[in-house]
């Protein structure tokens, strides 16, 4: 795995960036229990705590695997769908923010080593994280624990859409002021993924996004996740920051008013 810009930012993650919408871990669900179920295995055996157990494949046994699954927002949505949830971070900061829930275990494991015998999940995800990934390790590693049936789903979303009135200053902090900050690997997010090597038979993704009501400082509070601006910071080009943020609250006005924000996701699909 490359560079883990989240390391130092796991609090800011864990608060301020968005939560999948229930209809993607709903969906991916469905497709997988189908895939699955197409596949004609069934159950057998049962897994101790963290582990998915080779073999077991019906809607009982069913794993999923959250890799770089960070503080957990895709994991918990999963967790509500599948028996099983294992997710897999490299970051010990990112796991201790990490959302409990009766269904996780969580394991810090980079994409690279995944933390599952052979055989055993039937859903493995990435969200938000394959575009730091070494994707022909992560993709033997996926190909060695899935069982009969299994689908890998890739999801990203992409640059925030709002109301006119600050979305350009927005574009024009992400694109010309801090764009040069961005690490190579952005641009896969920025293309939804369709660069991304993927040599799987694909699934269609439905049309779906996450929506939220924000403040400004909940706004300000997601954009300084962003490794861009973590880089920018590191570089001493803070002025950039500070101006961006004075700009948007003169163009917010009232301070506790919510705006909509709109985070249209993306990805890959397919069987494993």
Not at 50 to 65: F, I, P, V
Not at 90 to 100: T, V, W
Not at 196 to 219: H, K, S
Not at 262 to 269: D, F
Request: glycine share 8%; hydrophobic share 45%; aromatic share 8%.
């Amino acid at each position: 795995m490359s560079r883990n810009w989240f390391e130092a930012g796991a609090e800011g993650y864990s608060r301020f960036r968005p939560s999948y919408p229930p209809a993607l871990a709903s969906h991916l669900a469905e497709a997988t229990r189908r895939s699955v179920a197409a596949a004609g295995t069934s159950s057998a055996g049962s897994a101790g705590a963290g582990e998915c157990s080779a073999g077991s494949a019906d809607t009982r046994g069913l794993c999923a695997l959250d890799v770089g699954c960070g503080t957990g927002q895709l994991t918990v949505a999963v967790a509500a769908h599948l028996p099983r949830v294992i997710g897999a971070d490299p970051s010990a900061d990112q796991l201790s923010r990490a959302a409990a829930h009766p269904r996780i275990d969580y394991v810090q494991a980079p994409a690279e080593r995944l933390p599952a015998p052979d055989a055993s999940v039937h859903l493995v995800t990435a969200a938000q994280a394959a575009h730091w990934f070494d994707l022909p390790a992560f993709y033997a590693e996926v190909r060695r624990i899935a069982a009969p049936g299994a689908l890998l789903a890739l999801i990203t979303y992409g640059v925030i859409e709002t109301d006119p009135d600050i979305a350009a200053r927005v574009d024009r902090f992400y694109s010309a002021e801090i764009g040069r900050f961005w690490p190579p690997e952005r641009h896969h997010v920025d293309a939804g993924y369709r660069t991304l090597d993927f040599p799987f038979a694909e699934v269609p993704l439905p049309p779906l996004a996450i929506t939220g009501e924000l403040t400004c400082a909940e706004l300000l509070g997601y954009v300084s996740t962003w490794s861009a601006v973590r880089a920018a910071h590191e570089a001493g080009r803070e002025a950039l920051l500070r101006d961006f943020a004075a700009d948007l609250r003169a163009l917010w006005g009232d301070p506790a008013r919510t705006r909509t924000v709109r985070w249209p996701i993306s990805g890959r699909l397919g069987t494993v």
